[in-house]
């Protein structure tokens, strides 16, 4: 199916055969071809949890304010951003691997660890936060798109309490938590959702 099609056919699902199950293998063939996403600097700081055990999906049951689908899909994944991604020995590591594999010189290679590093050099935490939230928010919608289009449906979501899932979790302070992915056999079709009209999206050279 075009993306194009998926785009307009993807809803968000709310109801899951919780007996449905779906082999690792190809959440972790999702996750690859996700992976491939755009992401700034290819610091690639996008993490993916994946949980799996019945009983830690209970024990988030209630710190996703009893929304089933965390209980009901498939799978369930927490998409995180590292902050460790910043670190200068990452970003040196990953483009001396890009030299390696042949898809630059040493000249780009350096340029473009250089410029990654003066890049992140000087921002603030929340600035950070901000780099992690587009990386991984790009990386949570291919991650959809490539679920719908293997016939699964999916939820998106933030509905939780972030301070309650990283204690459950154990998710340390290096990861920021950005939202659940939800992917599964839905029983009851999404309802459908309007849009704005496109041309009350649009601006031209301003914002009016
Ligand atoms: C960042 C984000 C968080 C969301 N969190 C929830 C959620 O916790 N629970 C829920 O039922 N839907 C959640 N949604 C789904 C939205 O309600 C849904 O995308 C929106 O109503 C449009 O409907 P559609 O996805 O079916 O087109 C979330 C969506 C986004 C993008």
Redesign the pocket.
Known sequence: MSIKNLLEK???V?HYDPSYTISPEIIVSLIESASKSPNGNNIQATRYLIIDDPNVRQLLLPI?FN?NQVKEASTLIVMLGDYQAFDKDNIIKIHEEGFQAGYFNTTLRDYLANAAINYYANKSHEDLKLELIRDVSLASMSLILLANEAGFET??????DSKQLKEALNISERYLDV?LIAIGKGTTA????VRHNVNKVIYKNQIL
């Open positions: 993807r809803r968000s709310r996703a929304q939820i998106t979501m933030s509905g939780y939202l999404g309802h459908k959702t």
